[in-house]
């Protein structure tokens, strides 16, 4: 009877994988243009270059950020944010500037989320007062920019770092930073991490919780937003992981280890923010100290039944973007190395922790396509969308600095 149940969940993922190998390949829905100045792969780049990780507004139309704003210096700098269609149509929301005082309103942005008040929020990676980056916002139409809060800015960076949002359900934005905070984690870091909220409405900033390496642990890897309104996410405590739990209304903190293994003496941690998978539990990427590459683990939320799945020798560490959870009930992500080493579309089985399919026209074989994918996102139809960071077609006097794509391999509506 157990051998009839495994012959079946093995059909079953053959199938899944000959489903998506019919599926179309990416198409480019944008290429960032710069233009070419004395050297070739170096100059400006008016909408931007180095595009990272899209989002869906809710109006329809995507939204993101491009790292910089031109080529050829050892130090990349700028960046833009832009709205793009579905229909590929592109608008230049925003250009971070070295004017008037050195990118003091922020240098290299990240991720956005949108509020709920509509408007654009992001972080940069740096610019600000001290170089630390900065929290803003803008309209999706491009107007009302507005630095919220500039980290960093207070002695020893107990205001906390930059870090990336996510949505309360009591209408306040919330994030994390890796360093920044109160906590003493040692004279080669500024704080052990934070937990802020943004509140909309006014833009107030404020930190709410400070990690402690003795108590509550340091350098947390993000929070992920429960229905009931909590956080959870994994730090590294005084034994190695914990799985912390955050309640925003009375900011109440729990803590529980782990327990991931060591084998060979070797560590093994969580490299990604926690995803919930269709079963309720959370699921993640972990690596393994001084392997190659990275697998799939599952937890439930109270910290118990942590299973880590075989290592994917395909997926390289601290290659892969825009993990999430499909409408296809499986996992889907961009391996920024994988394929030929010009990167790679992965979906992954929550149960096998085994790759169901691989798509990789990156790179030489599609060089309208780009390079390097660093993002992944599924649209309200059903297509994938992704960012190449590097590449594409341009016309002459001009290089490629990256693409927007889209993929539709069928899956169901979200």
Known sequence: MKEKFLLVVLFASLLAGSAYAAGSQPAVAFTFVCTTSQFQGSGPCPRGGRPGPLI???????????????????????????????????????????????YANGNNPGLLIEG????????????????????????KNGLGFQVIHQFCSKANCTDGASGALVVGTD??????????????CGQYYQGCGTIFRVTPSSGAYEVVFNFDPSTTGEFPLGITPTSDGTFYGTAFGPSGVTLFHYTPATGAFKAVALNFPAPNGLPSAP?????????????????????????????ALDGTRLQLFPEINSLRAGS????????????????????????????LSPSQGTVLQTLAPFGSESPALGAY??????????????????????????????TIFKLNLGLPPR
């Open 373 to 402: 994918p660093g993002g992944l996102i599924q649209a309200k139809d059903g297509t994938l969308w992704g960012a190449d960071t590097m590449g594409g077609n341009a016309p002459s006097g001009h290089f490629a600095d990256g």
């Open 56 to 102: 869906q507004g809710s109006d329809g139309n995507f939204y993101g950020t491009a790292q910089v704003s031109s080529e050829g210096n050892s130090q990349p700098n700028g960046g833009t944010v832009f709205s793009l269609t579905p229909a590929g149509v592109f608008k230049l929301l925003h250009k971070f500037t070295a004017a008037p005082n050195n």
């Open 171 to 184: 209408g306040n934005l919330y994030g994390s930073s890796f360093t920044g905070g109160t906590g003493n």
């Open 320 to 347: 892969a973007e825009g993990f999430l959870l499909a409408s296809d009930h499986n996992f889907w992500l961009a391996d920024y190395n994988g394929g030929n080493g010009a990167g790679a579309i992965m979906a």
């Open 116 to 139: 709920p008040d509509g408007n654009l929020y992001g972080t940069t990676l740096f610019g600000g007062v001290n170089n630390n980056g900065v929290l803003y916002r803008v309209g």
């Open 271 to 299: 490299a990604t923010r926690l995803t919930l998978g269709p079963n309720g539990n959370f699921y993640g990427l972990y690596h393994e100290y001084g392997t190659c590459c990275e697998g799939l683990f599952e937890v």
